[in-house]
């Protein structure tokens, strides 16, 4: 299985993006930007490009290489943010020459976050890098946007979950549409800090298919025990 479907009909193509976004083995559904390349390389010469996305984000370097990949082709590319374009999800929306959100639709965006187990100085290291993915995509709505940086960053570290409209307003998103009353992205909405009321209602009322939490506590406790038998030889 793959977190994306593509295919094409005459000079249009359409991908969809309605799980996690990453590799295989940790982010549920998932496989890499690697076959998203390929199959995206298969679409052919089609003129323009439907991206539909309902995700709660994932792998932000998979992200970005899909946000570059549908940046860098010459179809015309318009993303359609269905239900939730969240953390690099909504990167990737900023990858269209136009954006469009559903009327009910979310976007969320925050600071870049990962994990970190070793010295002080290899923490510190990894400290370096999320700073630098975090400027990279505050660039990137900087871009897209036209806001100022400031402003930007004050809504990533806030982590900042906007409607349709206060996308639009932002810049964003360039138009508002009637919703598509597309199936809700079954996540864990709290994964996040501040995740708005309806959306933990919904992922408390949808099937639990998101099992990021626990590969996230498994691959922590697989890390640890690695460095102490690694200690102990």
């Not at 402003?151 to 900042?160: D, G």
């Not at 598509?180 to 949808?206: G, I, T």
């Amino acid at each position: 299985m793959t977190y994306y479907a593509m295919k094409a009909a005459g000079n249009r193509g359409e991908i969809t993006l309605y799980q996690d976004i990453g590799q295989p083995g940790f982010f549920s559904d998932a496989t890499s930007a690697e076959s998203f390349a390929k199959d995206l390389k298969a679409l052919g010469r089609v003129s323009t490009i439907d991206c539909r996305i309902n995700s709660p984000g994932g792998n932000v370097f998979e992200g970005l290489t899909i946000y570059n990949l549908l940046a860098a082709h010459p179809a015309k590319v318009i993303c359609h943010i269905d239900g939730l374009a969240a953390s690099i999800a909504s990167v990737v929306a900023m990858a269209g020459d136009e954006i469009e959100i559903a009327d009910n639709g979310m976007m969320m965006i925050h600071d870049a976050w990962g994990m970190a187990v070793g010295t002080a100085s290899e923490i510190r290291k990894t400290a370096d890098v999320l700073d630098s993915v975090t400027e990279t995509i505050a660039s990137t709505y900087v871009k897209r946007s036209g806001q100022k940086m400031d402003k930007i960053r004050a809504m990533m570290v806030a982590e900042t979950w906007l409607t349709a409209d206060e996308c639009k307003a932002a810049g964003l998103a360039d138009r508002v549409v009637d919703n598509m009353k597309v199936a809700a992205c079954a996540f864990d909405a709290k994964r996040f800090r501040n995740a708005p009321r309806r959306m933990l209602e919904q992922s408390e009322s949808a099937p639990r298919r998101d099992r990021f939490s626990a590969r996230f506590k498994q691959l922590q406790s697989d890390m640890v025990r690695h460095r102490l038998d690694a200690s102990r030889r």
